[in-house]
């Protein structure tokens, strides 16, 4: 008889362990299709909206060869998702919950004790601006009169080449590249780890990852022909002149 009823205790406790972790499940993770994209739009247990990582502007395997699936299904598909998960594990239960992204970006920047949110939600944007930055058959000069913009900022196409490969690779360690328009005028920035524009008042137009994850195994440790590729391959010019208006 005690026997049975241990069994009946032990039991029970198994299926409540089971229904709670299935619930987490449930609530606190993307779908995805088959390959392995967030696809549609997920709230948790209150309804709230949660953070999704946005599809690819285009297939994984377009950048290739300059930049080739696999470098797209790790930085993509793990770290991109990671800084996703974490981030919406952080907020989960806290008042960032239900919040824009850039707001979630502006609120934890204002907070040192929310340096981890900060981190996974600014990088969960740059990621994504990223891969708009880019796109098949990018790179070269944009059009008429995007160069003539560049042209009057940085004195020439070529000068605006030359401050922009300086600021990727001479970004120390994880980083990005930027180019911004701030007090009407565009300019190249560069920032650290998860460090993103907008927290300042530049405006974003473009960005290049040098996180060495964006080019180790393509490029191994030679950033430098990963940031000519970047420029003379895959810049993706509409975005920055649409970023513009
Ligand atoms: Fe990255």
């Not at 089971?18 to 987490?24: D, I, N, Q, R, T």
């Not at 880019?134 to 003539?148: C, F, R, W």
């Not at 930027?178 to 009407?184: D, I, P, Q, Y």
Request: net charge positive.
């Amino acid at each position: 008889m005690e026997l049975s009823k241990r069994k009946f205790i032990k039991n029970t406790l198994l299926s409540s362990v089971f229904f709670l972790s299935a619930c987490k499940t449930r609530f606190y993770s993307i779908k995805k299709n088959g390959e392995g994209f967030s696809t549609s739009k997920i709230t948790n247990k209150k309804g709230d909206p949660m953070i999704e990582l946005p599809q690819l502007p285009y297939a994984k395997n377009a950048l290739a060869p300059h930049i080739s699936e696999n470098t797209i299904n790790f930085h993509y598909g793990k770290h991109h998702q990671a800084y996703v998960t974490n981030l919406n594990n952080l907020i989960a239960g806290t008042d960032l919950e239900g919040k824009s992204l850039e707001e979630i970006i502006k609120i934890s920047a204002a907070d040192k004790t929310k340096a981890g949110i900060f981190n996974n939600a600014a990088q969960v944007w740059n990621h994504t601006f990223y891969w708009n930055s880019m796109k098949p058959n990018g790179g070269g000069k944009p059009s008429a009169d995007l160069l003539k913009i560049i042209e009057a900022d940085f004195g020439s196409f070529e000068d605006f080449v030359k401050e922009f490969k300086n600021a990727g690779t001479t970004q120390f360690g994880s980083g990005w590249a930027w180019l911004v328009l701030e007090n009407g005028k565009l300019k190249v920035t560069k920032t650290g780890n998860a460090e993103t524009p907008l927290t300042t008042n530049a405006k974003p137009l473009m960005t290049m990852d040098v996180w060495e994850h964006a080019y180790y195994l393509d490029f191994q440790n030679a950033r430098p022909s990963y940031i000519d590729t970047f420029l003379v391959h895959l810049v993706n010019w509409d975005f920055v002149a649409k970023n513009l208006k």
